[in-house]
Nanobody, 126 residues
């Protein structure tokens, strides 16, 4: 089992930046691909970004490409989501999750992920 704890959310003005962290404990973090998802009120949880076990492959939703960067530090068992040029539409609860499969066919699907964090709120004011 893997426990995930997100941090780094908060309130920021449009155009600002935040860096989310996802601290993992339990089984070896480097065995899992990691993803970030978000859920706004009244909407389904959607894919934001993902990274392979080694960090060599990254994937992004079109809505965040060029603004967000996903990374990981396997030695520290921590993943990150650097969010720049934030927009009000980015307001949501952000969740990190891990999966043993890093197949590019499924990595954008939340159904592929076995373990989830509790989420951290990101609010972007206009």
């Amino acid at each position: 089992q893997v426990q995930l704890v997100e941090s780094g959310g908060g309130l920021v003005q449009a155009g600002g930046s935040l860096r989310l962290s996802c601290a993992a404990s339990g089984r070896t973090f480097s065995s899992y691909a990691m993803g970030w998802f978000r859920q706004a009120p009244g909407k389904e949880r959607e894919f934001v970004a993902a990274i392979s076990q080694s960090g060599s492959s990254t994937y992004y939703a079109d809505s965040v490409k060029g603004r967000f960067t996903i990374s990981r530090d396997n030695a520290e068992s921590t993943g990150y989501l650097q969010m720049n040029s934030l927009k009000p539409d980015d307001t949501a609860v952000y969740y990190c999750a891990v999966t043993v499969s890093s197949s590019s066919y499924f990595i954008r699907s939340r159904l592929n992920y076995s373990y989830w964090g509790q989420g951290t709120q990101v609010t972007v004011s206009s």
